[in-house]
T-cell receptor
């Protein structure tokens, strides 16, 4: 089955710890994206990558970091510098600049 | 940044009713997309629109790309309980998508 997987579905961390969220796709898409969603709000772009070994900041990149060493993988690290890390994180991939396909999301809770 | 205005913010309708929601922008865009998100899941692409004036259907869903390229509409006919969720519009902006804040749909059975 082709698709996007995110793991884990739920993640709990203590404040001050870095945490890495996984995103893998087997759709052979070139572009991958990370979004953050807060309750009652739309999706805000954190980082995106058009090709391997290259990525760009989105609208809310502060406190986050990414890598794109493989086409299939685009992990997101939420660092201790992110002031409000508790949120629902969504990964997406795309072969064009238009239609993006999303994973099931990871809900991160930091206490 | 670019902003999309989605309305209504939420809807609570009776099963079997038709639903209409829209998305507007102050700027022109050449691609409009509609997504549905169910609770705790990622958004699913419903319809993509690439041509001004285009009307596209997907089952009970119909979406239109406004002729001015500044708006789009999504209609759902004969709503059923599984239609509940958040419906997002999105536009293509360079290498990215910009999303509206969403319309929350609840259905009374």
């Amino acid at each position: 089955d082709g698709g996007i997987t995110q793991s884990p579905k739920y993640l709990f961390r203590k404040e001050g710890q870095n945490v890495t969220l996984s995103c893998e796709q087997n759709l052979n898409h070139d572009a991958m994206y990370w979004y953050r969603q807060d309750p009652g709000q739309g999706l805000r772009l954190i980082y995106y990558s058009q090709i391997v070994n290259d990525f760009q900041k989105g609208d809310i990149a502060e406190g986050y970091s990414v890598s794109r060493e493989k086409k299939e993988s685009f992990p997101l690290t939420v660092t201790s510098a992110q002031k409000n890390p508790t949120a629902f994180y969504l990964c997406a991939s795309s072969q064009t600049n238009y239609e993006q396909y999303f994973g099931p999301g990871t809900r991160l809770t930091v206490t | 940044g670019q902003q999309l205005n989605q309305s209504p913010q939420s809807m609570f309708i009776q099963e079997g009713e038709d639903v209409s929601m829209n998305c507007t922008s102050s700027s022109i865009f050449n691609t409009w997309l509609w997504y549905k998100q169910e609770p705790g899941e990622g958004p699913v692409l419903l319809i993509a629109l690439y041509k001004a004036g285009e009307l596209t259907s997907n089952g009970r869903l119909t979406a239109q790309f406004g002729i001015t390229r500044k708006d789009s509409f999504l209609n759902i006919s004969a709503s059923i309980p599984s239609d509940v969720g958040i419906y997002f519009c999105a536009v293509s902006y360079g290498n990215k998508l910009v999303f509206g804040a969403g319309t929350i749909l609840r259905v009374k059975s």
